[in-house]
């Protein structure tokens, strides 16, 4: 597993996301409050417009998800998994912090 670095951490703010391209795939990092980070496709299977990393994050009971911009499809931070369409979700990439720096490994499978 090959880990990029991203960005610094100080360049997301709490509860939002940033978007970032790492090869030829467009993902998504969101810090959760100050020390949690997940990352996620960014790409809205339903429209095909690079747009989740600046949807709402919030839960769906016990579950961390960004809600689409576009169509308000719920997508699970942890696991990718749309819930309201499980065939529309979207791959999760393993995400940490090393020396203030956020770094993604893109999950290919």
Do not use: W
């Not at 030829?24 to 960014?42: K, L, M, S, T, Y």
């Not at 949807?55 to 769906?60: A, D, M, P």
């Not at 911009?69 to 979700?89: I, M, R």
């Amino acid at each position: 597993m090959t880990f990029t670095p991203v960005c610094h951490v100080d360049d997301i703010l709490p509860d939002t996301g940033v978007a970032a391209r790492i090869g030829d795939r467009h993902v998504a990092i969101f810090r959760i409050g100050a020390e949690r980070f997940h990352a996620i496709d960014n790409v809205d299977p339903r429209s095909g417009a690079s747009v989740l990393s600046r949807g709402l994050v919030g839960n769906l009971g016990e579950r961390l998800v960004v809600a689409s911009p576009l169509y308000k499809n719920h997508f699970d931070l942890v696991t990718g998994e749309c819930l309201e369409a499980p065939e529309q979700s979207v791959r999760a990439h393993a995400v940490r912090v090393e020396g203030g720096r956020v770094i993604v490994a893109v999950s290919h499978a």
